[in-house]
């Protein structure tokens, strides 16, 4: 669209809201953005409408129609309900469940979306507070919901909120139920069909006693009741980072077993305004530091740290030296998987039928731990969505282990269908109890896995690029990977290409193309090499950003190789790096 057209579009679309039943204050802010003489911001605001991605419904707070607001929230919920009326006509009663975060402005989106569903005659069961997003989704398949939202933007800064919506399984919407909402919510043509005024007889508030279930269920994730007993007194530091998992966390930990749980207060306190981190998001090292910090304080032997919507961890274990290390996304899924297939093996608990999940971003090392041990490995697109729907295609067939992706998202049970830092942070400490019962600390125990599988060290690393002149800039960057594909990464050989936006690979040793089976394209290139290098570029379906994961391989035989075989894998990697441009 052409910059003239463009900003004619966008106009017309902002005077319809000055002239529509919409509140004061935001016909003031879209006035402002007319009359402002810079018009980038009234562009960003109203040149698409939020849709559903990998993380559902997620943007700026603000007035337009790209920006997360009460009346696109009622939009959203309102085709949710048009469409659940339909889908489950034959029902007597159809309900939902609702969740929020600590963000500024997710109470009131919370609140909303349940006078909306009951507005149309749908039960809501409403969290009395904040809550976890792991909790919501247990509650659908607890409660015998068709639906359930949460309000919540993850990880993304404090400008930004969010709406996930989940299904009857207690996933995270796939299709083609996402695409049959949104095609629900375009129909809505005006403010006026959003059924603001609810029902407060269809909205039951609900808490303390899903909690005690919940945690319930964490309780019965447990392998090693007798090590957590021995080595109950392990210090540990836990921080919310403002957020949700200050609900549910440290009353896990202390179910399980764990009696010498560190907070770090200032964290504690709940704000949509994350008042101690740049970022609230446990991938970056900063969220981090005021944990570690009081880790150092009180000798603490590990650090567990959780995103506001509490589905993600991020942790810190001590080295050789005894300083605190940052564990990366891959590295915890090693570590998961390792201890969940070792464990069960020493248990005699492996019948053959078990199953492991991992995204194709994430390290190709789990492929090689779970053909070690005989288990079954799915791989799936990035989106906890794909690993649920995995997990529900094999219900009552085959065992479910865990499963995971880069990105410090895990599940550790099937009785939650996303990611779950409550059960993550209990698996984490008690593999921290199962290791020092074992004469081992958390990172002798990741050597031993590089030792025995092989060294493998992964970088993510991602490019922003905003507004509209941002998007346009990662769909060209794609198709230009596209049309000129790379045959040679970091010096080795390509011999692989996967295209996930034409489920193709090309395979240049045999000199074949191969179908891909995955249940839909995604827009994702992955690239092999010789030497073992793998690359994947994709486009966030959340954030505005283009991102590479780049994972390299190495050899040590030793614990004296490791120092060498990182050294080597940074060298490549940054070789990589400059290669790419990034």
């Known amino acids: ?73 009622g939009s959203a919920t309102q085709g949710l309900s048009n469409y659940l009326l339909k889908e489950f006509a034959d029902l007597n009663e159809i309900k939902v469940v609702i969740g929020h975060d600590c963000r500024n402005n997710s109470r009131k989106f919370a609140e909303i979306s349940a006078d909306i569903f009951s507005a149309n005659g749908i039960k809501v069961y409403l969290y009395e507070d904040l809550r976890p997003t792991p909790e919501i989704s247990y509650a659908i398949r607890k409660l015998g919901c068709q639906s ?96 949700t998992g200050i609900t549910l966390v440290p009353d896990a930990l202390k179910a399980i077993g764990f009696t010498r749980i560190i907070h770090v207060p200032e964290q504690d306190v709940i704000s949509g305004d994350f008042p101690t981190v740049v970022s609230p998001n446990p991938e970056e090292p900063a969220a981090l530091d005021l944990a570690i910090k009081k880790a150092m304080e009180t000798d603490a032997a590990l650090v567990m740290a959780t995103d506001p919507d509490g589905d993600r961890i991020g942790t810190a274990i001590r080295d050789k030296d005894g300083n605190f290390m940052l564990v990366n996304g891959n590295q915890t899924m090693l570590i998961y998987l390792y201890y969940l297939m070792n464990r069960r093996e020493e248990l005699g608990l492996l019948t053959g039928k078990e199953y492991v999940v991992k995204t194709i971003v994430t390290t190709e090392l789990v492929k090689d731990i779970a053909k070690k041990k005989g288990i079954e490995l799915f791989d799936c697109y990035t989106g906890f969505k794909w690993i649920a729907e995995i997990i529900r295609k094999n219900e009552g067939v085959k065992k479910y282990i865990g499963g995971g992706e880069e990105s410090y998202g895990f599940l550790a049970g099937d009785f939650v269908r996303d990611k779950d830092s409550v059960s993550a942070c209990t698996l984490f400490a008690e593999i921290a109890a199962w290791a020092k019962d074992n004469g081992k600390t958390m990172y002798q125990l990741l050597e031993e896995i590089y030792l025995e599988y092989g060294y493998s060290k992964e970088v993510g690393i991602s490019l922003v690029r905003k507004g509209k002149e941002g998007a346009d800039e990662i769909e060209a960057m794609m198709r230009n990977f596209r049309a000129n594909p790379m045959r040679s990464i970091g010096g080795s050989p390509v011999t692989l290409i996967k295209d996930f936006a034409k489920l193709e690979a090309t395979d240049y040793v045999r000199n074949e193309q191969i179908a891909l089976e995955m249940p839909t394209t995604s827009n994702v290139i992955q690239y092999f090499t010789e030497e073992g290098t793998k690359l994947s570029i994709r486009p966030s379906g959340t954030e505005p950003k283009i991102k590479f994961y780049i994972e390299v391989r190495g050899v040590a035989r030793s614990h004296e190789d490791l120092p060498q075989a990182e050294n080597e894998a940074n060298m490549k990697i940054n070789a990589i790096r400059e290669e790419l441009g990034i």
């Open 148 to 243: 359930g939202i949460m309000i919540t933007a993850s990880h993304n800064p404090k400008e930004y909120n969010g709406y996930k919506a989940y299904w009857n399984d207690g996933a995270q919407v796939l299709g083609p139920h996402d695409k049959n909402i949104i095609a629900e919510v375009n129909r809505i043509s005006s403010v006026d069909d959003i059924r603001f005024k609810g029902n407060n007889k269809l909205i039951e508030i609900i808490g303390k006693d899903m909690d005690k279930a919940f945690i319930n269920e964490v309780r019965k994730l447990v392998l090693s009741p007798e090590a957590i007993e021995r080595q109950h007194d392990i210090k540990m530091v836990y921080t919310p980072i403002h957020g």
């Open 1 to 73: 669209m052409e910059e003239e057209t463009l900003l004619a579009f966008v106009t017309e679309k902002a005077q319809s809201w000055i002239k529509g039943d919409y509140d004061a204050a935001t016909k003031e802010e879209v006035q402002q953005m007319l009359d402002s003489e810079d018009k980038s911001m009234l562009v960003d605001a109203f040149y698409k409408d939020l849709e559903f991605g990998t993380g559902g419904l997620r943007g700026i707070m603000g007035a337009g129609s790209n920006r997360m607001n009460i009346y696109t929230v």
